[in-house]
């Protein structure tokens, strides 16, 4: 911060993780969407869960999931590209806001 270093600071960041309950629920989310193509009676099929909104859902399933793993967070196998991937785009993208005329040699 300006306090520290003696100039106004900006922090970013870029969120690499993902909580067990919204894998779970994006996943029930495709699965009644291939399944909707497949059938009518995808209600009948995933019961309760095809009535409940993306956010109930995913309470539902925190309520379940947290006794057995708790806050459960996980990071994909190739989280370190995406954070190489990432850290570039977003140097480029500063240098070229800030330094009109940049070009990355």
Excluded: C, W
Excluded at 32 to 40: A, C, F, G, Y
Excluded at 58 to 68: C, T
């Amino acid at each position: 911060n300006k306090e520290s270093v003696g100039i106004k600071v900006i922090a970013l960041g870029i969120p690499t993780v993902v909580d067990t309950a919204t894998i779970v629920n994006d996943t029930i989310e495709m699965m009644e969407e291939k399944l909707s193509d497949k059938t009518e009676d995808v209600g009948q099929i995933m019961g309760i869960l095809s009535d409940l909104e993306y956010n109930e859902k995913h309470a539902f399933i925190k309520e379940i999931l947290s006794p057995m793993y708790g806050e459960s967070i996980v990071t994909p196998s190739y989280v370190d590209e995406i954070i190489d991937s990432l850290s570039s785009l977003l140097a480029e993208s500063i240098n070229r806001a800030v330094h009109p005329g940049y070009v990355n040699p």
